[in-house]
């Protein structure tokens, strides 16, 4: 009785070039440039989702910015921005009677000390008000809603990557 032999075969040049196709998915460069357009999508909604008062210096702060050799990060170092996404408690002024609020754009870009030495220029409940306390400021929470959408999607990107190059 001839024992039954299997015969198996495989195409070297077609695994080749699947092996070069995953190594050239795979690559570090390439992950990386994939979540670098997915943090320039969170950039521009993050973008459109920061309130413009009087400078647009908050919404032009974003920025995104290399993490070690895959990542990255989005940030916006104006100072402003913490008590936009945190949202501040109703509070009074620290070191003087009462805090200078500016109502129009003049008004801020002189500050409290230009608009004291030029009080003919400014009028009171015009251009600005002194108060004694403010309600605060209610939290946008920006990032935490970004960070929950885009850390979703490039998962979801890198899942589909994997896949494809097999």
Do not use: C
């Amino acid at each position: 009785m001839a024992a039954r032999q299997i015969a198996i075969t495989v195409n070297a040049k077609a695994v080749q070039a699947a092996l070069k196709r995953t190594n050239k998915i795979l690559s570090a460069p390439f992950i990386k440039a994939e979540l670098r357009a997915i943090a320039e999508a969170a950039k521009d909604e993050a973008i459109a989702k920061t309130p413009e008062r009087f400078t647009g210096n908050t919404k032009a702060g974003w920025q995104v910015v290399s993490r070690g050799s895959v990542g990255w990060i989005l940030r916006n170092n104006y100072r402003a921005m913490r008590y936009l996404e945190k949202g501040t408690k109703a509070h009074g002024a620290k070191r003087a009677k009462r805090m200078f609020i500016p109502l129009t754009k003049k008004a801020h870009s002189a500050g409290p000390k230009g608009v004291y030495r030029n009080r003919k220029n400014y009028k009171w409940k015009v251009d600005y008000v002194l108060a004694k306390r403010v309600k605060g400021v209610p939290a946008h929470n920006i990032l935490r809603d970004l960070d929950t959408k885009y850390g979703n999607l490039a998962e979801l990107r890198l899942d589909r990557l994997i896949r494809k190059s097999f």
